[in-house]
């Protein structure tokens, strides 16, 4: 079973950073694309962020700008300017080649006002 597991998350004043990572138990360069979401209490999970294996992103329109998708040897979202809506657990997933798709545990960001 492939293992994606998400770090970096915690709490932060509005109005500031906080930079999330995922490693996986194999190469992150063996999935087609790669992407954060994020699900607050009460609300469907959503799309943040996305990055094809070919570099290509796309981001939510609530964090465009303000929001950063990367890739190295483990996958980074840096987020800035942070708001209290940012709250939520965060998920790291990717998406192989045979179109399966695998999740990681979630790592909670929670911004105060």
């Not at 999935?31 to 990055?51: C, D, H, T």
């Not at 990717?94 to 979630?106: A, L």
Request: aromatic share 10%; proline share 2%.
């Amino acid at each position: 079973q492939v293992q994606l597991v998400e770090y970096g998350g915690g709490l932060v004043q509005a109005g500031g950073s906080l930079r999330l990572s995922c490693a996986a138990s194999r190469s992150i360069f063996t999935f087609n694309a790669m992407s954060w979401y994020r699900q607050a209490p009460g609300k469907e999970r959503e799309l943040v962020a996305r990055i094809t294996s070919g570099g290509s992103t796309n981001y939510a329109d609530s964090v465009k700008g303000r929001f950063t998708i990367s890739r190295d040897s483990a996958l980074h979202l840096q987020m800035n300017s942070l708001k209290p809506e940012d709250t939520a657990v965060y998920y790291c997933n990717g998406e192989d080649v045979m179109r399966e798709n695998y999740w990681g545990q979630g790592t909670q960001v929670t911004v105060s006002s």
